[in-house]
C-alpha cells in the first residue's frame, strides 16, 4: 500500500512540473489578460470579426498530439469550464515551440489542423458556432482558456501539461 502511494504521489508530482513547465502567452499585444480587446466580443454586442487570441506557447512536453483549448467565462457558471467552446490544433511530430493562429468565432467551420471538441454552450444567447467571443454584455465578467498539451486521439488523450491563461475582462 504505502509503495502505491508513493508511486501515485510521484505521478502526480511530475503531472506538476509538466503543467508549470508549458509556457503560454499572448501572440498578439491587444490580448493583455485584463480587457478582452475591442471588436473581440461576440456579435451580440457589436463584435467584428471576432476570433480566438494567438497564442505562442513554449516548452511543449514530447508525445504532445494537440493543443486543447477550453474558452471559459468565470463569472457565469453555465458557461465556466469550457462554456464558450472547445477547440483543438494538431500538431505533426514533436514540436517544443508553436506560434497558434487564431480560429474564427461563432463558425463550425473550422480549418484544419483545428478542429471542434465541443461547440459553445450558448447558442439560444449568440450565434451558435465552436468558439463564442467573450459575450457578457461588458459587465466585467472574467474570461480565461485552459490550455492543455494532450497525447494520443478521441476518446483516449492524456493530459502532458496543462496551463489557465487569462483572456481579461468584459
Not at 499572448?26 to 476570433?51: L, T
Not at 466585467?140 to 501539461?161: H, I, M, P, R, W
Request: overall charge negative.
Amino acid at each position: 500500500f504505502l509503495l502505491s502511494a508513493f508511486a501515485a504521489s510521484a505521478v502526480f508530482a511530475a503531472g506538476l512540473t509538466n503543467a508549470q513547465a508549458m509556457d503560454v502567452s499572448f501572440a498578439d499585444a491587444a490580448w493583455d489578460g485584463k480587457a478582452v480587446p475591442a471588436g473581440q466580443q461576440c456579435q451580440k454586442f457589436d463584435g467584428k470579426d471576432p476570433a480566438t487570441p494567438r497564442f505562442k506557447i513554449a516548452k511543449v512536453p514530447a508525445g504532445t498530439t494537440e493543443i486543447v483549448f477550453e474558452y471559459s467565462d468565470r463569472d457565469y457558471q453555465p458557461m465556466d469550464n469550457g462554456g464558450h467552446g472547445i477547440v483543438a490544433y494538431a500538431l505533426s511530430g514533436d514540436v517544443t515551440e508553436i506560434e497558434v493562429p487564431a480560429a474564427p468565432g461563432h463558425s463550425f467551420d473550422l480549418k484544419a489542423p483545428f478542429r471542434m471538441v465541443k461547440a459553445h454552450q450558448g447558442p439560444g444567447w449568440d450565434k451558435a458556432g465552436a468558439y463564442m467571443p467573450p459575450c457578457s454584455g461588458g459587465k466585467g465578467n472574467n474570461y480565461y482558456v485552459t490550455v492543455k498539451a494532450v497525447s494520443g486521439s478521441g476518446d483516449v488523450q492524456k493530459v502532458l501539461a496543462e496551463k489557465v491563461v487569462e483572456m481579461g475582462k468584459f
